[in-house]
């Protein structure tokens, strides 16, 4: 079966105002950049995936993007799965690839937020959620992933340092990454600890903070990778996996991640502990721990010890979200989880510059959407 390999990317700044672009601009700015990163031209492209702008766009939007880049893609894709979406997207076009119904991909998505006009016309709210679950108080992402904290301190002893040194040892990795949204503010243990309470026990710097930005990588097959004028990313393995949510499964802080991150790992040939750096979906430092203990890289339960034992820096022993995750970064609607994804190619890439880890033999890049509903999980591998 045919590899597919990533071989070129693009990722913007992030910002905290749309600043007069649209998610239409953005993703057309950063396809074309990734595009000549990777050696091609827009005729080269015949399949292109790409995900809602959350606040925005959904019906047509392969067309519209596609039109609008001046493609004409013969694979198209549109996939929604929440923060599991950009692992998905990269999953799929892979396939697209191995199966021969595509030679050259485009993965593109981005979005804007304006804090200013967010609820002058409230959001569709899904059914079961709106009539099992906001009736009983888990009023949306903030309470639920409170209540995973909470429920995991509980049960095994989690400290809220523990929590808290994931933000810290994140922005650590962020102050070298100039395109992160706080590259110039360092962070302790004890800021995040004495940051307002948002929803108990998370304060403020351990929940991500939604912005406008872009990014896109281009794939393509293992043939067509060897001329590419970087280090190909072959994407080895994904793997993905749905459970109800979890107010109905029979225990809280057991994820899907169980399933995708053993999917991926066994369609790579590989093993968490092959794994030489993670980037891990960050929505909350409570989703971070609970998807390392899931992925398999610790026991359940034991993930506030592994976070205390490692260095989880891009300088440390065990590199984590190395270009300071959507904590440190930002986090562009549904695209937020594509700035792990362009993370893990460009430290397999020897690209990373000032903050390039020690080892970057294989990657493992996990998202999560909804409360640990819609998992996806890749594990990447920088050409020999």
């Known amino acids: 079966m045919p590899r597919a390999a990533v071989i070129g990317y693009c990722e913007l700044a992030p910002s905290k105002r749309p600043e007069g672009r649209t998610p239409l601009g953005l993703i057309a700015d950063a396809s074309r950049r990734a ?5 091609l031209q827009p005729a080269d492209v015949d399949g292109i995936v790409v995900c809602p702008a959350m606040m925005q766009y959904s019906m047509l939007w392969p067309s519209v993007v596609a039109e609008h880049l001046g493609l004409a893609p013969t694979y198209l894709e549109f996939v929604d799965l929440g923060g599991a979406t950009s692992c998905a997207m990269v ?10 119904r595509a030679t050259n991909v485009l993965c593109a998505n981005g979005d804007t937020w304006d804090p200013k006009g967010m609820y002058l016309t409230p959001p569709p709210m899904v059914a079961p959620l709106r009539d099992y679950t906001l009736p009983y108080g888990a009023a949306g992402a903030n309470a639920d ?3 995973a904290a909470r429920l995991h301190m509980e049960r095994y002893g989690t400290t809220p340092e523990q929590l808290a040194k994931i933000a810290a040892d994140q922005r650590t990795s962020a102050l070298e990454n100039p395109l992160a949204l706080f590259h110039d503010q360092p962070l302790t243990v004890e800021d995040v600890l004495a940051s307002p309470i948002v929803c108990d026990p998370l304060h403020k710097l351990e929940i991500v903070l939604p912005c406008s930005g872009a990014e896109a990588v281009v794939l393509t ?7 590419a004028p970087h280090r190909a990313v072959f994407v080895r393995g994904y793997g993905e996996a749905l459970e109800p949510s979890p107010f109905q499964r029979d225990d809280f802080l057991v994820t899907p991640t169980v399933e995708s991150a053993r999917r991926a790992f066994a369609m790579a040939g590989l093993r968490p502990r092959d794994v030489t750096l993670a980037q891990i979906y960050d929505c909350y430092t409570s989703a971070v721990l609970i998807e390392l ?3 398999g890289f610790c026991a359940k339960g034991e993930g506030g010890a592994f976070v205390d034992s490692h260095d989880l820096t891009f300088r440390g022993d065990f590199p984590l979200n190395t270009g300071g995750g959507m904590l440190s970064f930002g986090q562009p609607g549904l695209g937020g989880g594509m700035t792990l994804v362009v993370e893990a190619v460009r430290q397999l890439m020897g690209r990373a510059e000032v903050r390039q880890v020690p080892r970057n033999d294989v990657a493992f890049v996990h998202g999560n959407g909804g409360t640990f509903t819609e998992e996806c999980s890749l594990v990447l591998v920088g050409a020999s």
């Not at 097959?221 to 001329?227: C, G």
Request: proline share 0%; net charge negative.
């Open 145 to 147: 992933y409170a209540m």
């Open 293 to 295: 203990e899931d992925a």
């Open 35 to 39: 595009l000549a990163d990777a050696g």
């Open 91 to 100: 999953a799929r076009a892979a396939s697209a690839i191995e199966s021969g």
């Open 221 to 227: 097959s293992e043939e067509r990778a060897a001329d």
